[in-house]
């Protein structure tokens, strides 16, 4: 998630290479494979930030109703598009920007609402789940299951109370960090790291989200707070939208030695799409303008305020990036962890630099083609599509009964944590 911003309109099925005037027989013979594939599996996306849109929409912000997603919707979600896309469960990430001055829980009330009336809203598209169980069970029925993911530990303001009331709303994974450090870990993007990782209280807060069977999100967090989340934690974490810094060097993405360690732990990366995460070439002209909006957005003291700073950062210009980038980024993933640690995370609704072929939720089966080119087998691509997310989802309830079963609920008061301290 970068933060809100408008909405480029997006070609369903685009070519997936530039200057091409006609697919291959090949081509078509791979997307026809991809989307039967994808009609016999559950296609789970990590990370999309439509509560944020909505939230921000021109004319109608916050208003569920009027931001229709039975038809074309401004944004890069719609029901016609994840149809299309043969989107089975979704975790729609109710995001709140770390840039904030403060009130971070009572705004994560408001994206859960948000969320929850997305849900209810369509009960003939979205089910609510908090459970495989829920989910395969969504899928039986035809719905696309609907997961809440919080962006940002901020959110819990420092209160392991605050955690459990976020999962009884329906919260099953947060970020341990967004674009800024909270009191306890490290994220990846301030310059000078905090802690070194995690401080002792963010330790427990691993812990209490393993008790609860709540996922650990490391996307966004400094390489040190994805080492020490790896050592304390007892179930599979996850990345619900990263790549992989052995591609692309920027602290956004996942070292090699992090994900070298997925196997033992059982976690699962899901590679974004953003293009700037996913090419080189694009992530150059990105990030020093993302560090200089972030500088804005933290000045800023309005929603309009931080908007106006997006509005001058969504116009940079990337390079081409296509659909072969991001596979590239699944098979580093699969090259340097296992064909069982990989999935997806689109992060749709949240960014606006696309690749050529992956602009909205209709276009998965392009990526699937891809593979399918590339020579993966049925069997591999859904374990990308779900079958890795609910294998590790399945683990982290077993984790989760048994913590609860023998410990109680942890009622640790944060206590500040010097810079460098342990």
């Not at 992989?244 to 920027?250: E, K, M, P, S, T």
């Not at 080189?280 to 931080?306: V, W």
Request: aromatic share 8%.
């Amino acid at each position: 998630m970068l933060t809100q911003r408008a909405c480029k309109p997006a070609a369903w099925l685009l070519l997936l290479t530039p200057g091409a005037v006609a697919p291959s027989l090949a081509a078509d013979s791979a997307l026809a494979h991809a989307n039967r594939l994808l009609s016999q599996t559950i296609l789970i996306d990590g990370h999309n930030d439509l509560p944020i849109t909505i939230r921000g929409a021109k004319g109608a912000p916050g208003d569920v109703t009027a931001y229709d997603l039975r038809g074309h919707a401004p944004g890069q979600t719609d029901i016609p598009r994840l149809r299309a896309g043969h989107v089975g469960a979704q975790f729609w990430s109710v995001y709140i920007p770390s840039e904030a001055k403060g009130g971070f829980a009572r705004m994560q009330l408001e994206q859960i609402d948000i969320a929850r009336q997305i849900i209810n809203r369509y009960p003939d598209t979205f089910r609510f789940a908090g459970s495989t169980a829920d989910i395969r069970a969504a899928h039986r029925a035809h719905r696309i299951a609907s997961l809440l993911g919080m962006e940002g530990g901020q959110a819990i303001e420092n209160s392991l109370g605050a955690l459990r009331a976020f999962y009884d709303l329906g919260v099953r994974y947060m970020t341990l960090t967004h674009n800024s450090h909270t009191d306890w870990a490290d994220s990846a993007m301030p310059d000078t790291p905090k802690f070194g990782g995690l401080s002792p209280f963010g330790e427990r807060v691993v812990g209490e989200m393993n008790r609860l069977g709540m996922f650990v999100d490391l996307s966004h967090t400094a390489a040190d707070t994805m080492r020490d989340a790896l050592d304390v934690s007892k179930a599979p974490v996850i990345f619900s939208h990263a790549a992989a810094r052995g591609l692309v060097d920027i602290p956004r993405n996942v070292p090699d030695d992090v994900i070298a360690r997925l196997p033992a732990n059982g976690g699962v990366l899901m590679v974004t799409f953003v293009a700037g995460f996913v090419s080189q070439d694009a992530a150059n002209a990105l990030f020093p303008a993302m560090k200089e909006f972030y500088q804005s957005a933290g000045s800023a003291k309005t929603d309009e305020e931080r908007r106006a700073a997006y509005d001058k950062f969504k116009n940079i210009a990337l390079p081409p990036v296509t659909v072969k980038d991001v596979a590239d980024h699944i098979e580093h993933v699969v090259k340097v962890a296992s064909i069982d640690n990989v999935g997806i995370g689109g992060d749709f609704d949240g960014n606006d630099q696309w690749p050529q072929g992956l602009s909205d939720v209709s276009m998965y089966p392009n990526l699937f083609a891809e593979l399918i080119r590339r020579g993966w087998t049925d069997g591999d691509l859904k374990k990308l599509a779900g079958e890795n997310l609910l294998r590790a989802m399945t683990q982290a309830e077993k984790v989760a009964r048994g913590l609860q079963a023998a410990t109680p609920p942890d009622v640790t008061r944060f206590e500040a944590t010097s810079p460098g301290g342990r």
